[in-house]
T-cell receptor, first 113, second 111 residues
Framework: EPEVTQTPSHQVTQMGQEVILRCVPISNHLYFYWYRQILGQKVEFLVSFYNNEISEKSEIFDDQFSVERPDGSNFTLKIRSTKLEDSAMYFC???????????FGSGTRLTVV | KNEVEQSPQNLTAQEGEFITINCSYSVGISALHWLQQHPGGGIVSLFMLSSGKKKHGRLIATINIQEKHSSLHITASHPRDSAVYICAVRGPGGGADGLTFGKGTHLIIQP
């Protein structure tokens, strides 16, 4: 069964450093998403991406975040200057249609120290 | 903004019991998702509903759009069903709208 692949599975970074989280969505999917889950809290929407541009973003997705689909297969989330409160599990997801089902990646656990 | 409430927050049951998890939301939606999250953290999509009822194996999901309520049922529960079950809704605009998640129901099935 097709999968959404996320790398790395765990990343530790120093506060103030830039990190890039990588995702390979399912190949025929068109809609891509990033979500995060702070430990012990509910999953929160960050951003959706379609047709090479951001479709919707939450208030969490401020200027320190950016997304990119650099080569037609990868979908990346960049955090420019990490803060302690960015520590969370980050999930990538993709969908094949606007009202289609989701497939989630297994997540990247980001720890900012 | 949609508010998604799940009940119960925690549920412990014996193997074989019939399980019901409830989800209610405050604003009209285009779809509702039931998701499963295991201790390792990964999220698996179980169902997407916009009306009626769906069944997959021992899992059944129903939705009542008028009442803004959905239920997830597990028949003949088994310890491997132990996980967090999450309800998430997509706004009425559908499309690329992000999902709004509930806090999840932590289910433990004891042998």
């Amino acid at each position: 069964e097709p999968e959404v692949t996320q790398t790395p599975s765990h990343q530790v970074t120093q506060m103030g450093q830039e990190v890039i989280l990588r995702c390979v969505p399912i190949s025929n999917h068109l809609y891509f998403y990033w979500y995060r889950q702070i430990l012990g809290q509910k999953v929160e929407f960050l951003v959706s991406f379609y047709n090479n541009e951001i479709s919707e973003k939450s208030e969490i997705f401020d200027d320190q975040f950016s997304v990119e689909r650099p080569d037609g297969s990868n979908f990346t989330l960049k955090i420019r200057s990490t803060k302690l409160e960015d520590s969370a599990m980050y999930f990538c997801a993709s969908s094949d249609a606007p009202w289609g089902g989701y497939t989630f990646g297994s997540g990247t656990r980001l720890t900012v120290v | 903004k949609n508010e998604v409430e799940q009940s119960p927050q925690n549920l412990t049951a014996q193997e074989g019991e019939f399980i019901t998890i409830n989800c209610s939301y405050s604003v009209g939606i285009s779809a509702l998702h039931w998701l499963q999250q295991h201790p390792g953290g990964g999220i698996v999509s179980l169902f997407m509903l916009s009306s009626g009822k769906k069944k997959h194996g021992r899992l059944i999901a129903t939705i009542n759009i008028q009442e803004k309520h959905s239920s997830l049922h597990i028949t003949a529960s088994h310890p491997r069903d132990s996980a967090v079950y999450i309800c998430a809704v997509r706004g009425p605009g559908g499309g690329a709208d992000g999902l709004t998640f509930g806090k999840g129901t932590h289910l433990i099935i004891q042998p």
